[in-house]
């Protein structure tokens, strides 16, 4: 593991990392941001999934998250969307290939070789970030937005103890059923929608248990992908059905941009903060 | 005056906009900020000026302003940092040319005829921005960044009655005398030293009244330029001296970049509205 960049920022250090992935056969970079409470114990954390396009980057420079996270000490790690590289099979699409891994293990070809995001993220990530990071393993939840929306549920359903909590800003829940999805599970997953449905929190949501958090989500009603990717309402009733609480919230005016996460950021990661400070 | 793009935001509307300048004789590209107050009255806003290589778009997306801004009730601009344009002159060094107008009208040629950000600021921007939007003209502040530090600077004390107070993070406060300075100054206004002073704040402060707000100047000690381009020390003695309050923060281990930004804007917006919210 190598460090590119550190930063001092609001009290705490903003890093950017590099490693070579087992998971994905290839280099890849994450940012981590440690709050000061880190020098002195393992602190909770937060891994923050983003959406098609983005990088690590994305989140790192426009959320402004990283106050909150400093006062409420929490550190929070964004990875990138997808494997990196020339050796790295790509689409001409903006939702399939590079920047669109959809945090799934691709099972077809040429995908399978790197597109493996879902044992990147929580297997790789979450043994590798505790060994060396001071952070305490046994309390972290999950986050993310759009395609990194659908990656942090369905990956808190699959990954049982895994992750605290879940939130998602504007999340693809309904991956199997909406264009988005339907392009790249069948790229990276094959014809059998039965395979599709392991990956679809609408489908996961039903082996939720009873004393799982409640899950927090906020759509803005200004986002243009609104009705035909995101439909967030689908996911709700598939929660009230299966004992899930959530609360979703939604937001006159605002849209799929970074300036609707960075409004509603804090209240993310208070949500999260209230259910992991119980087990610091 | 065309719309590009609009993103609500904490509340209130953050907007990018193009326009024809006549300052620079040619398209421009600026970001505002309306807080929700902006819907029922003209509020004050703040003028923030970038650094080199920036346009409007690194304080947009990676200052974390919007949030205080919004609490606040105050609108910010964030214009780009010097004319754009297959028709514009540019220069190899980042600190010179494109991404380098420091603020000031050029008379040397080829670089007259578009480099001159001093009237498009203190002048176009001045009377533009209050005639198109919700904001108070009377009660503006102005605040920047490295090169942005020394425009708002040097642009507070050319234009009396212009701002009613000023802040910067990490500026160049005596550009005649650091590299960065010297080799825009000869390049924009010739060899003649006595020019060069005219838009120095060491030089400028000595016209400094004893009615001024205190100026509000924060500095990383982790800063790569500190000590050959930026050296905030010169400017407090200069102010000591010319009886102009000054108010110079260091802060151990922030660096030149955005994360230091982010962390203290809250503090630059809070001294602002005190000054402003006395004329609203």
Redesign the interface.
Known sequence: MKIKQT?????GD?QIWEHGSTALNCPMTFSIFLPEASKTENVPFITFLSGLTCTHDNFT??A?A??YASDLGIAIIAPDTSPRGDDVPDDEAFYFGKGAGFYINATQKPWSKHYRMESYIADELYHLLPKNFPLNKDNQSICGHSMGGHGALTLYFKYRGHYKSVSAFAPIVNPSDVPWGQKAFKGYLGNNINAWKQHDACELVHSAKSTNAEILIDQ?L?DDFLGEQLRPEIFKRCCEAAGQKINLRV?E???H????I??FI?DHLIHHANILSGNR
Chains 1, 2 share one sequence.
């Open positions: 930063h001092k920022c609001h009290g903003l420079t426009k402004g990283y106050k803005g200004g937001h005016g605002y849209d941009s970074y300036y609707f960075s409004t804090e």
